[in-house]
C-alpha cells in the first residue's frame, strides 16, 4: 500500500490529499468544497460550475507566545504553484505563502469530512469537521444552500492554559466586475459579501454569509483598500498581532474588499473547544435558459430563466440565514444518522466508498432544482459550465441513488418526461428545457431512455405505493408505449428491429440487450 493512504475509505494524508474536494451544500443549490488540506474551493454558487474557482476564503489560528500564527489548512499542494493561471506573475489573490499547519489527514464519512491538522510547533491541534444536511425523504431540508464548517481546537500541552484567536477571513468573491456595487454587510454574528443586482442584469445579485450564532465575535468589515498584495499582507499582519476588535464597514469611499470575524479563546490545559460557522448563500435568479421551443411558446415564456427552488421559499438571504441557524442542530443530528446506518455495513470498502463518492453529484452543480421543486440535471460538469443539458433521460436512466433517497424529486423527473418532454404521438424529447417548459421534437427518441422511463414509472410506484400519481400518468405512459412500438418494432414481434438512438449517442440496428 502507498504511504499515505491506509485503506479504501480510510484516511488520507501526504501527496494523496492533493486532488480531494468534498463538496458541500444542497441539492441544486450550489457548492463550497473543502479539500483534503482543509482549504476552501470549487466554489460554485451562481447556478453553474466553477470548479477552478479558489476564492481567497481562510481560516486562522493565532496562539499568544507560539511565534506566530497559522493559516488553518495543511501545506499546499504543489500543482496550484505552478500551472494556474497567474502563477508566473505571484498568484496575486491567494494566500499560498502564509504559514499553516505541517500535516493534515482527511477522512471522509459523506455527508461529513474530518481534516486533522498537527505542527510541532504549536500547541494547539486542529480537528475540522464539514458537512451539509443530507436527510433522506427530506428533500427540501436537503436542498439548502448551506453548509457547517466546525473547529474543534485541543490544547495539547498537560501544564498551560493557551489564549487564541480563531479568525475567518474572505475576500467578496460574490463581486461581479468593477465599479458594480459590492460591498461587505455585518449581520448578527459575522459577515455577509453583497452583490447587488441590476435591471438589465438582475442574475448578478447574489450574497453569501460566514457567521458563528451564539459566540464572542467580533466582525471586521474594513479591510485595506490598496493594491496588489497590499490588502492581504495588511490583513495578515492583524493576524499575527491577534488583534480581533470590530471595525464597521466604510461610510465613505469604495467599499472593503473583504471581512473578517474573529473569536477569542482560551483553552486550559488538555481542553477542546469548538467553533460553528454557518455558511449560507442566496442567489436569486440567473441567465441559464436552455432548451428548444414549442411552436406556441408566447413570447413572456420565451423571456424566462432558471429561478432556484430556494428563492420560492425563502424571500432572501436573512429568512435563509434565520432558518439554517434555527435548524442546524436537529439537521445535523438527522444527517449523522444516515451517516452511521450507511457505513454500518459489512459490503466491502471499496464498494462503500464508490457508493458514497457517487451520493456526492447531488451536492455538486450537476444538479439543479427549479423554483416550483422539481428536479433538473447536466450530463456532468465541465470546469465552468454544466456538460449535455437537460435531465438527459439515456443517462439519468441509470440513476438509481435519487429514487430511493429522495423519491419526490424522481417523480418529477417522470412528470417533465410524459409531460413537457412528449408530444401527441408519444414521441419523447429526451433532453428537458430549462426552465422546464413544453419543448421541440425535432431530434430522435432515445430508446433506452424512453423505454427506461416506462420501466421506471413501474419502480416510483412500488418505492411509494402511490396508485393515484400512477393513474393520472397512466394515459401518458401508454401512449410513450405505443410510440415505441410504432417506431422500433412495427412487426410487433416483441424486439427492437428498427434503428434506435441510445445512450452512445449513436443508432443501435437490430434487437439488443440493453434497449
Known amino acids: 500500500m502507498e504511504s499515505g493512504v491506509h485503506r479504501r475509505n480510510g484516511s488520507y494524508s501526504g501527496r494523496h490529499l492533493d486532488r480531494i474536494a468534498f463538496p458541500l451544500g444542497g441539492i441544486g443549490a450550489g457548492m463550497v468544497c473543502i479539500e483534503g488540506t482543509g482549504a476552501l474551493s470549487h466554489v460554485s454558487v451562481r447556478h453553474r460550475p466553477d470548479v477552478t474557482h479558489h476564492p481567497l476564503f481562510f481560516s486562522a489560528l493565532r496562539v499568544a507566545g507560539a511565534g506566530t500564527a497559522r493559516v488553518v489548512e495543511g501545506p499546499v499542494p504543489r500543482w496550484k504553484l505552478f500551472g494556474p493561471p497567474g502563477s508566473a506573475n505571484g498568484l496575486g489573490g491567494t494566500n499560498y505563502g502564509l504559514p499553516r499547519f505541517r500535516r493534515a489527514v482527511f477522512r471522509a464519512r459523506f455527508p461529513f469530512a474530518e481534516v486533522r491538522l498537527s505542527d510541532p510547533d504549536m500547541p494547539v491541534g486542529v480537528l475540522i469537521r464539514a458537512w451539509s444536511p443530507?436527510?433522506?425523504?427530506?428533500?427540501?431540508?436537503?436542498?439548502?444552500?448551506?453548509?457547517?464548517?466546525?473547529?474543534?481546537?485541543?490544547?495539547?500541552?498537560?501544564?498551560?492554559?493557551?489564549?487564541?484567536?480563531?479568525?475567518?477571513?474572505?475576500?467578496?468573491?460574490?463581486?461581479?466586475?468593477?465599479?458594480?456595487?459590492?460591498?461587505?454587510?455585518?449581520?448578527?454574528?459575522?459577515?455577509?459579501?453583497?452583490?447587488?443586482?441590476?435591471?438589465?442584469?438582475?442574475?448578478?445579485?447574489?450574497?453569501f454569509r460566514v457567521s458563528a450564532p451564539g459566540q464572542d465575535v467580533r466582525v471586521d468589515a474594513a479591510w485595506f483598500r490598496g493594491g496588489w498584495f497590499d490588502p492581504l499582507t495588511i490583513l495578515w499582519d492583524r493576524v499575527q498581532h491577534g488583534c480581533c476588535e470590530a471595525r464597521a464597514p466604510y461610510s465613505q469611499g469604495e467599499a472593503s474588499p473583504g471581512a473578517s470575524l474573529s473569536i477569542p479563546l482560551r483553552l486550559p490545559p488538555g481542553q477542546r473547544r469548538t467553533v460553528r460557522l454557518l455558511l449560507s448563500w442566496y442567489v436569486p435568479r440567473s441567465n441559464l435558459r436552455l432548451g428548444g421551443e414549442e411552436e406556441c411558446c408566447d413570447e413572456a415564456a420565451g423571456k424566462a430563466c432558471y429561478e432556484p427552488w430556494y428563492a420560492g421559499r425563502y424571500a432572501d438571504g436573512d429568512a435563509l440565514a434565520a432558518y439554517w441557524h434555527r435548524a442546524a442542530n436537529g439537521l445535523r443530528r438527522r444527517s449523522v444518522r444516515f451517516r452511521r446506518a450507511f457505513y454500518d455495513t459489512d459490503l466491502p470498502a471499496e464498494l462503500v466508498e464508490a457508493v458514497a463518492a457517487n451520493l456526492a453529484i447531488l451536492k455538486s452543480p450537476t444538479c439543479l432544482r427549479q423554483k416550483d421543486g422539481r428536479f433538473w440535471a447536466w450530463e456532468g460538469c465541465c470546469d465552468t459550465s454544466g456538460c449535455c443539458h437537460g435531465s438527459c433521460t439515456h443517462v439519468w436512466n441509470y440513476a438509481q441513488a435519487l429514487p430511493h433517497l429522495f423519491p419526490d424529486l424522481e417523480r418529477s423527473l417522470r412528470q417533465t418526461e410524459f409531460h413537457e418532454c412528449q408530444d401527441g404521438r408519444g414521441h419523447q424529447k429526451f433532453r428537458a428545457s430549462l426552465p422546464i417548459r413544453p419543448t421541440d421534437h425535432a431530434f430522435h427518441a432515445a430508446a433506452d431512455g424512453q423505454l427506461g422511463g416506462v420501466m421506471k414509472v413501474h419502480r416510483e410506484w412500488r418505492i411509494l405505493g402511490d396508485t393515484d400519481w400512477l393513474r393520472q400518468l397512466w394515459p401518458q405512459v401508454r401512449r410513450s408505449l405505443d410510440y415505441c412500438i410504432e417506431t422500433w418494432d412495427p412487426q410487433r414481434t416483441g424486439i427492437l428491429s428498427e434503428p434506435h438512438h441510445n445512450t452512445y449517442d449513436i443508432e443501435f440496428w437490430g434487437p439488443d440487450g440493453m434497449c
Open 134 to 207: 443530507f436527510v433522506p425523504g427530506d428533500s427540501d431540508n436537503s436542498s439548502l444552500p448551506v453548509a457547517a464548517l466546525e473547529f474543534t481546537f485541543h490544547n495539547r500541552s498537560r501544564g498551560e492554559a493557551v489564549e487564541a484567536v480563531y479568525s475567518c477571513h474572505a475576500r467578496n468573491f460574490m463581486a461581479v466586475g468593477r465599479e458594480s456595487g459590492a460591498h461587505v454587510r455585518v449581520v448578527p454574528g459575522g459577515f455577509e459579501l453583497c452583490q447587488p443586482g441590476t435591471v438589465e442584469e438582475p442574475w448578478r445579485e447574489g450574497a
